[in-house]
T-cell receptor
Framework: QKEVEQDPGPLSVPEGAIVSLNCTYS??????FMWYRQYSRKGPELLMY????GNKEDGRFTAQVDKSSKYISLFIRDSQPSDSATYLC????????????FGTGTSLTVIP | EPEVTQTPSHQVTQMGQEVILRCVPI?????FYWYRQILGQKVEFLVS????????KSEIFDDQFSVERPDGSNFTLKIRSTKLEDSAMYFC????????????FGDGTRLSIL
């Protein structure tokens, strides 16, 4: 069962572009939604953490959750070459156990 | 900023040998986790640990795997008799007070089974 689906890309954009990354999920019990950034040969680094539906902004990053559509997004404004990485969505819920359920990750390259 | 540290960064082991992967979670965190990531695949949950016992484990975490918190700072994953398919990145993570709080990951141990 594919709990979390994420387009693996790769996605290539010019510097300064707005990037949109997305995940869909099937389990309506998910309530906590995370975005992680993973550089090559490094561990996932937490970028955004949101609870339930709505938007959250942190600098150039905006996370959106639409629970009715079971769809989450991460927007990166004014993308920089240093944003080049794999972006992982992850989610969990009060009744889904202790683990986070991860997407496959989207590989992003920002071209100078 | 506090971080999760893992050692070694790379471990090469002969098939059938035992291996121990080590982690130092963030000091005030109470929940600890192991995940693995086979090359090109999703990050997969192995086990969670709270209050000195396993709170949940996945189907991957069979009798060959065990976890331990031998002292107040370390958290270890042992694989008793390694198989070729155990080759992967193994990530340790910790979270502060609740299993749904953000999990902070270490940089992983790359395990290569020959």
């Amino acid at each position: 069962q594919k709990e979390v689906e994420q387009d693996p890309g790769p996605l290539s954009v010019p510097e300064g572009a707005i990037v949109s990354l997305n995940c869909t999920y099937s389990n309506s019990a998910f309530q906590y939604f995370m975005w992680y950034r993973q550089y090559s040969r490094k561990g996932p680094e937490l970028l955004m953490y949101t609870y339930s539906s709505g938007n959250k902004e942190d600098g150039r990053f905006t996370a959106q959750v639409d629970k009715s559509s079971k769809y989450i997004s991460l927007f990166i404004r004014d993308s920089q070459p240093s944003d080049s990485a794999t972006y992982l969505c992850a989610m969990s819920g009060k009744n889904t156990g202790n683990q986070f359920y991860f997407g496959t990750g989207t590989s992003l390259t920002v071209i100078p | 900023e506090p971080e999760v540290t893992q050692t070694p960064s790379h471990q090469v082991t002969q098939m059938g040998q035992e291996v121990i992967l080590r982690c130092v979670p963030i000091s005030n965190h109470l929940y600890f986790y192991w995940y693995r990531q086979i090359l090109g695949q999703k990050v997969e949950f192995l086990v969670s640990f709270y209050n000195n016992e396993i709170s949940e484990k996945s189907e991957i975490f069979d009798d060959q795997f065990s976890v331990e918190r031998p002292d107040g700072s370390n958290f270890t994953l042992k694989i008793r008799s390694t198989k070729l398919e155990d080759s992967a990145m193994y990530f340790c993570a910790s979270s502060e007070t609740d299993r749904n709080q953000p999990q902070h990951f270490g940089d992983g141990t790359r395990l290569s089974i020959l």
